[in-house]
């Protein structure tokens, strides 16, 4: 119990995807971190203001306080915690998870894409997610406007499993117009957070929740990205796990498709024209058979 207070603690007061504490905590444990922090292990004066916030703070009551929003607080100690994302060279704290947690176990997909797609781009965003659904899989995504959205709403549509990973509080909702389809997600699906409950989604928070959809799919799917992209952060995460990694062509001239152009070009990213030639690709990089 006092290691989960301790995580607890430490997981509302640090900001995620901090590499130095991720690798702390995940190495020496939370309770000895917060030990050893309170009593200057780490130098009270370089770390005085996380030391006073800590002071301040009771795990208890941060564990209470997700748990009035609806949503849990999950912990590498529980069952249902995704081990693949230990394979991060900085993984979570902790995760607030709002809907089916034990969902995150399971065999998945990550679709990721630019926030302004073309026609052709939401089609296949939603055709992709579609076909993996009927495979049992589940969709990761963002849960932004554009590709995530469409994606999100292919796995719904067939009546499938989808996690939206936001950069914000589970209690935010961020993009405002999704609202109505986070509570859709939540119904069958999880919305997953690193973030405490009234934390604003802040540029940064987005590159450091693109590592949780890359760690937590077996797959990356980029459908739709232009040349500079947070997309191809998160299919470059994938690959320093050594994840496969797949990108949609397009039209020679483009703009929405130069990344996944630049990813295929540089043999960063497998070329999918088809679920067929997904699946097979998938299938023989997870070492496992998928069902047609």
């Not at 000895?32 to 208890?60: C, N, P």
Request: aromatic share 8%; proline share 4%.
């Amino acid at each position: 119990m006092k290691e989960l207070i301790a995580r607890a603690s430490l997981f509302s007061q640090i900001e995620a995807g901090h590499s130095f504490w991720s690798k702390e905590i995940h190495e020496l444990g939370s309770l000895v971190v917060y030990e050893k922090l309170l009593s200057g292990g780490y130098g009270l004066s370089k770390h005085e203001k996380l030391i006073s916030a800590l002071r301040s703070t009771s795990g208890e009551k941060v564990i209470e306080t997700i748990f009035n929003y609806g949503a849990q607080l999950l912990t590498p100690s529980d069952l249902v915690w995704p081990e693949q994302l230990h394979d991060l060279a900085n993984p979570p704290i902790a995760l607030v998870v709002k809907g089916n947690a034990q969902i995150l176990k399971t065999d998945s997909l990550a679709i990721v894409g630019t926030r302004n797609p073309t026609n052709y781009g939401a089609r296949i965003a939603g055709d992709f997610a579609a076909g993996f659904v009927d495979r049992e899989w589940a969709i990761v995504s963002g849960g932004a406007y554009g590709i995530d959205s469409y994606a999100h709403k292919g796995a719904l549509i067939a009546e499938g499993i989808t996690i939206a990973i936001i950069a914000c509080g589970i209690d935010v909702n961020y993009p405002a117009g999704n609202a109505r389809l986070f509570s859709e997600i939540c119904e069958s699906g999880a919305i997953v957070s690193e973030f405490m409950p009234g934390q604003k989604a802040l540029p940064n928070r987005f590159l450091t929740r693109n590592r949780l959809i890359a760690g937590l799919s077996k797959a990356t799917l980029v459908v739709e990205a232009a040349f500079r992209s947070g997309s191809l952060r998160t299919a470059r995460e994938a690959a320093e796990i050594f994840r496969p990694v797949m990108a949609i062509p397009g039209a020679i001239n483009s703009p929405t498709s130069e990344g996944c152009h630049r990813l295929i070009g540089e043999r960063s990213a497998e070329i999918v024209t088809s679920v067929a030639d997904a699946v097979e690709f998938v299938g023989v990089h997870s070492g496992q058979s998928m069902r047609e």
